[in-house]
């Protein structure tokens, strides 16, 4: 058993409206799979059907159709859940409790003992950077970064073997978010599995070791970071000098994508293992070169070009 999630066909439809309900699909057919010992981010603009994915694999809200498994058990099963954590979007701690009662009141509901509670919690404040004397306050007296950090806390609290996290980090500062991000290789760098999910490029770029985008409800790309970069652009510029306009034409003819630019020619090439033909030939007419460069291709640009379209959709609720 090597994966951690699997989704097959995953669709859930609301019904909207007062008098006249419609249905509204919000996920279509998602199918993807987690393997085992990753960090996944599910990546996707607000709106996209990311909470309701997760909502769904934690068994809060059922499917229109479709399955997912955990841990190879179907979702019903109570067993996986003691073996699962979940940092939902927007946690509503009860406000009296500490961040110490909260972290031992789940702790026990997933079946964990005293003995190892009074152990676990404080070093998991320490991991997620709740300082010492916030441990016995009240949760109405938190900051969103300090219940941001409790609720971190309170899903580990179980050690799960999977770890599910909708926009971890959300209303935290460049430090927060800093020290989330070596909190999530921790927990992989510990053999477990984490999916977060995120409207923010960055934050999976730096972290992911496969993503799955979402827009609109729809799958639009899964795999490794790596294999969508090269698959979508990675395209180099060669920049070459000493080359007639004649020369140019020539190059052209032959299938090189020249053109002409201030500090001589620019030649396009799809990858890098395009590069050698290319200066080649451009050698072979004349030209020196004087770089090669990857054109500026992140995840960023793909999402931009992909995905931009669902940025006019961001609920006030979203940070
Ligand atoms: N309970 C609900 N009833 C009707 N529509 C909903 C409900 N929950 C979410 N939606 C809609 O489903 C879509 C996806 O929402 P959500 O899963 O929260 O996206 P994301 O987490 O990617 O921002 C949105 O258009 C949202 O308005
Ligand atoms: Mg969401």
Redesign the pocket.
Known sequence: MTKAIEIAELTKD?E?GFLRKRP?R?LDGLTLEVPKGVIFGFL?P????????LKLLMGLLRPTSGTARILGEPLSSVAMRARIGYLP?QAYFYDYLTARELLHYYGRLTGVDDVTLARRIPELFGSVGLEESAFDRQLRKFSKGMLQRTGLAQALVNDPEVVFLDEPMSGLDPIGRRQVRDLILGIRDAGKTVFF?S?ILSDVEALCDEVAI?NQGRLVETGSLSDILNRRGGQLEIVVTGLSDDALGRLRADGVDISKSPGGALILVPSEAMVESALAKARAAGGRLISVSQTRSSLEDFFMREVGSGEGKD?PA?S
């Open positions: 609301f909207i509204v919000v996707g607000n709106g996209a059907g990311k909470t309701t994915t979007e999910s409207h979402l609920s979203d």
